[in-house]
């Protein structure tokens, strides 16, 4: 386990569904990211919060809605999703939004539109 | 703007060889520079990193990585290559003047190690 953990591992959801996907890290990190991973392409920063507050949105769809309650917890809610959405989802946090300490992965998720 | 490139997608070595994984940046200030590994089915894993000082950093796993700053470069490089060393490796910088900015991975490299 690296710190950050990541529910579920694995997630199957059609396309009218809505799911949510949860991070929790108690490493004490003030920083949160989620990532999206799918193959053959670079890894794609969706959205990054500090101090629980959303500092980035890189023009993801809203069909991601992300939520921040705490600076120990992320989650990422999904809903009408298309089957190109189907990645692997990963969470990491960093001690702050400078990030000079590194990034913390977790284990992510890997999603499957059907 | 800043980049990275892993000019590689594969890199094939022997098992007990030394083994090196490219990596070319582009950012207008002073670098962070970072190497990630991804092992299957999990998330990428902290391996070492360049902040600042020596040029040559060493970290987990044996692996060091040299920053060139003439040449733009943060090879990683390991002495001997062990078969359990295969996985995705990623390149990973930022901009240390540059605020608001998030660090950029590279499209990564799977290496092989074959026995």
């Known amino acids: 386990e690296t710190g950050v953990t990541q529910t579920p591992r694995h997630l199957v959801m059609g396309m009218t569904n809505k799911k949510s996907l949860k991070c929790e890290q108690h490493?004490?990190?003030?920083?949160m990211y989620w990532y999206k991973q799918s193959a053959k392409k670079p890894l794609e920063l969706m959205f990054v919060?500090?101090?629980?507050?959303?500092?980035e949105n890189n023009s993801v769809p809203s069909r991601f809605s992300p939520e921040c309650p705490n600076s120990s917890h992320l989650f990422l809610h999904l809903h009408t999703l298309q089957p190109e959405d189907s990645a692997l989802y990963l969470c990491?946090?960093?001690?702050?939004?400078?990030?000079?300490?590194?990034?913390?992965f977790g284990s992510g998720t890997r999603l499957t539109v059907v | 703007a800043q980049s990275v490139a892993q000019p590689e997608d594969q890199v094939n070595v022997a098992e007990g060889n030394p083994l090196t994984v490219k990596c070319t940046y582009s950012?207008?200030?002073?670098?962070?520079l970072f190497w990630y590994v991804q092992y299957p089915n999990r998330g990428l894993q902290f391996l070492l990193k360049?902040?600042?000082?020596?040029?040559l950093v060493k970290g987990s796993y044996g692996f060091e990585a040299e920053f060139n700053k003439s040449q733009t470069s943060f090879h990683l490089k390991k002495p001997s290559a062990l078969v359990s060393d295969s996985a995705l490796y990623f390149c990973?910088?930022?901009?240390?003047?540059?605020?608001?900015?998030?660090?950029?991975f590279g499209p990564g490299t799977r290496l092989s190690v074959l026995p």
């Open positions: 490493l004490g990190h003030n920083a």
């Open positions: 990973a910088v930022r901009d240390k003047s540059g605020y608001g900015q998030n660090f950029v």
């Open positions: 990491a946090s960093s001690q702050d939004w400078e990030g000079a300490y590194g990034y913390t």
């Open positions: 360049y902040i600042t000082g020596d040029n």
């Open positions: 919060y500090s101090l629980e507050e959303r500092v």
């Open positions: 950012v207008s200030g002073n670098p962070y």
